[in-house]
């Protein structure tokens, strides 16, 4: 059984940066995709980033200002976002999924199977 636990999120001010961290319990292929989605209320959950054997993809909306990555031996991935926006503001969601896929197509939630519980990210103006 997977198991995806968030952290790293809080308040902050528009601006600043934030590093959020996904630890993985029980075995997650290092084939499996990873991802980070978003979901502000009223909003549906959008993709943010994404990374498989190391190719990463991302959001229009954070292209240039957040990068994620994956420490392989720690299980556990990281988004790390600059120059916050009020508009980043939204529950953060880390996944993982046994798929295959390409460019903005990773950034699809129907395409992982485990989700963490996700972590509120709150940027003031």
């Known amino acids: 059984q997977v198991q995806l636990v968030e952290s790293g999120g809080g308040s902050v001010q528009a601006g600043g940066s934030l590093r959020l961290s996904c630890t993985a319990s029980g075995y997650i292929y290092n084939s499996y995709s990873m991802g980070w989605f978003r979901q502000a209320p009223g909003k549906e ?8 054997a190391d190719i990463t993809n991302y959001a229009d909306s954070v292209k240039g ?3 994620i990555s994956k420490d392989n031996a720690k299980n556990t991935l990281y988004l790390q976002i600059n120059s916050l926006k009020p508009e980043d503001t939204a529950v953060y969601y ?27 990210v709150t940027v003031s103006s």
């Not at 959950?45 to 498989?52: D, L, S, T």
């Not at 390409?102 to 395409?111: H, N, V």
């Open 45 to 52: 959950r959008e993709g943010v980033a994404a990374i498989n």
């Open 65 to 67: 200002r957040a990068t």
């Open 94 to 120: 880390c996944a993982a999924g046994n798929t295959v896929c390409a460019g903005s197509l990773c950034l699809q939630a129907e395409r992982y199977n485990y989700w963490g519980q996700g972590t509120q």
